[in-house]
């Protein structure tokens, strides 16, 4: 069993999430943490909008295809 699990901006990908939190529970050690991080409909916002402040452009830097913009 493990103390921590990390499952940084992959869950979105998991086409099952309750049989990946199932196993995820599973390994994790009675009090064991779970660090997750996905995206969200702001995915970015802050540093688009402090690149558009100094001018650069920043349409490069777009959200994963479906994970929307904002």
């Keep these: 069993q ?3 699990v990390v499952a940084n901006q992959m869950l979105y990908h998991v086409p099952d999430r309750e049989r990946a939190l199932a196993e995820i529970r599973r390994v ?3 009090g064991g943490r ?3 991080a996905t995206l969200g409909h702001r995915y970015l916002r802050e540093l688009r909008e402090l690149l558009g402040r100094r ?3 920043a349409e490069m830097i777009q959200p994963p295809e479906g994970q929307g913009s904002s």
């Design 55 to 57: 001018g650069i452009r």
């Design 28 to 30: 994790l050690r009675p």
């Design 2 to 4: 493990f103390e921590a």
């Design 34 to 36: 779970l660090y997750a």
